[in-house]
């Protein structure tokens, strides 16, 4: 099985690319897609669409999981997130993708036992899960954290919506 991870973003979104084979998982490919910041958010949702399509062609995942929404005390800011979720959706439709969504007290949960983890916890376990050679980033870590718990929940059947 691959899966694709995505910590979803309007100024840079994480994704993170694994392979699990068993019990054995794999980082093929992770970083941050970085957008330009100059452009109004809603002239950022193509150029996101576009960097995950060639991640997707370039790695062919065949699952993808997404951090689902969070509840907000700023509207404006969960709706244009919202906006950025549902590019990285249709991105993953197009290539068939089947998708999975988890809240990220689920992700923080099946990494490491609790559902408050700092963000600094969840970098330096999903590095050692993965055998990471380098620090891993912060939204790169939060999306491989998300492949990773999409792949063991797939291998006991209980997915988030």
């Known amino acids: 099985m691959i899966v694709l991870g995505i910590d979803p973003g309007t100024r840079k979104t994480g994704y993170g690319i694994i392979r699990k084979d068993g019990s054995r998982l794999t980082r093929l490919d992770s970083g941050v897609i970085l957008l330009n910041t100059k452009l109004p958010y809603e002239e950022r949702l193509p150029e996101l669409f576009d960097k995950l399509n060639e991640i997707i062609v370039t790695n062919g995942p065949t ?24 590019v990285i959706l249709l991105c993953m439709q197009r290539h068939a993708l089947s998708i999975a969504s988890y809240p990220p007290a689920m992700v923080k949960r099946s990494i490491i036992g609790g559902g408050r983890a700092e963000k600094t916890q969840i970098q330096r376990v999903v590095g050692a899960i993965l055998r990471a050679k380098s620090p891993l980033q912060e939204d790169e ?3 491989l954290a998300i492949a990773i718990c999409h792949a063991n929940a797939s291998a006991i059947g209980a997915r988030g919506k």
């Open 63 to 86: 699952q993808g999981a997404v951090e689902s929404l969070f509840f907000s005390k700023n509207a404006s800011s969960a709706l244009k997130l919202g906006h950025a979720r549902g």
């Open 141 to 143: 870590a939060d999306a």
